[in-house]
C-alpha cells in the first residue's frame, strides 16, 4: 500500500526542486551541524561573516525531507546581508508561514532549519569568546531540537537498543 503524498505547497516543491544555496563552503567562518531527534535527519550550516557581523553568504547541506530542504533554502536566502543579532530573531514560525505553510508533522524540518543557524551563530561567538547581550545564556527550543552530531548519535543509538530489548 502507498502512502499519500505530504500536502505541500507550491513554494515548497519549487524550492525542493530547485534548491538556493546548497552546499559546502570551504570559506565559511562558522558551520554547525544540527540533526533532529523526532526524525534522525541531520543538516549543516555554513556562513560567511564580515567583521561587522553580518553575514554575506550563508549555505546549507541536509540530509532531511523536502520540507527541510525547502525551508533551509529559503533562510539561507533570507539571511544574506543581515545582522547576526537580526538572524537569531527569525523564527520557525516565520519561516513556516514564508514557504507557504507546513504539515503539522513536518514542523521540526522548518525547526531543525533555525536551530542549525542559531547553532552556527552561537559558535561564531564563542569561537571569539564573545557572549552579546541580545544572546541567551541558555540554549533555545530550536537549539535543542537541534542536536550536535554525537548527541544525536547518542539518542538515536538509544533508541535502537530500545527498540532492540522490545521495551
Ligand atoms: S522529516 Fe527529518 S527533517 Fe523533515
Redesign the pocket.
Known sequence: MSRAPMPYSQKILELFRNPKNLGRMDDATVSAVAG?PA?G?MITFYLKVTEDEVIEKATFESY??A??IATSSMLTEKVKGMKLEDAWKISWKNLVDEVGGLPTV?FH?GV?AIGALRRAIRAYYKDRQAAPEWLPGELTFEEKQALEEEELAKVLSKRMKTTEDGV
Open positions: 533532529n526524525c535527519d532531511g525531507c520540507a527541510n513536518k524540518c531543525l
